[in-house]
């Protein structure tokens, strides 16, 4: 079955230190690969989206992530972080190919420490 | 520029009432339409999916059904609500990049 995973449900990193979020999918067909960042009490708002070329994707508010098509996998990464970046991260991915059914992982809460 | 429109924010019904979200997008057509629900600690999870008016697609069997009677306009109800129905419902629409969404409404069945 298709599905996507979000390793690490919470991850606590000091402000200004690198941080990896891990996501991986299962599928055996071409996929569209996004990333959404969620404030408290608020939708979902686009970090970045993988649909072909290039693998090394860069996204909003210094993001970005990578498509390792071998490892089934597209990481999100930032070299230093704020507190503001502290929400909760989801990683979605489109197996169809197109954009009429978009699956989300479970989520990551990003905890930034002063 | 596409806006989309979700309300209300805030919705505080008891067991057994009626329910309609409704969500409206503006500066585009023909888009693609969804709702998800949002549980604690459960991710989103798709209820509904619509590439046209009047076609509509379920992911989830439930207490929960959608229609679209206009290009822009989606709706999700529910004839009696059920305390499981509490979450946070998110609709979302997409034409050529990943699906935008709208803030939410914030449901709690009592």
């Known amino acids: 079955a298709q599905s996507v995973t979000q390793l690490d449900s919470q991850v606590p990193v000091f402000e200004e230190a690198p941080v990896e979020l891990r996501c991986n999918y299962s599928s055996s067909v071409s996929v569209y690969l996004f990333w959404y960042v969620q404030y408290p009490n608020q939708g979902l708002q686009l970090l970045l989206k993988?649909?072909?070329?290039?693998?090394l994707v860069k996204g909003i508010n210094g993001f970005e992530a990578e498509f390792n098509k071998s490892q089934t996998s597209f990481h999100l990464r930032k070299p230093s972080v704020h507190i503001s970046d502290t929400a909760e991260y989801f990683c979605?991915?489109?197996?169809?190919?197109?954009?009429?059914?978009?699956?989300f992982g479970t989520g990551t809460k990003l905890q930034v420490i002063p | 520029s596409q806006t989309i429109h979700q309300w209300p924010a805030t919705l505080v019904q008891p067991v057994g009432s009626p329910l309609s979200l409704e969500c409206t997008v503006e500066?585009?057509?023909?888009?693609?339409l969804y709702w998800y629900r949002q549980a604690a600690g459960r991710g989103l999870q798709l209820l509904f999916y619509s590439v046209g008016i009047g076609q509509i697609s379920s992911e989830v069997p439930q207490n929960l059904s959608a229609s679209r009677p206009q290009d822009r306009q989606f709706i999700l109800s529910s004839k009696k609500l059920l305390l499981s129905d509490s979450g946070f419902y998110l609709c979302?629409?997409?034409?050529?990049?990943?699906?935008?969404f709208g803030s939410g409404t914030r449901l709690t069945v009592v």
């Open positions: 500066g585009t057509s023909n888009p693609n």
């Open positions: 993988y649909l072909s070329g290039s693998t």
């Open positions: 979302a629409w997409s034409v050529s990049r990943g699906p935008s």
């Open positions: 979605a991915v489109s197996f169809s190919g197109g954009y009429q059914k978009v699956t």
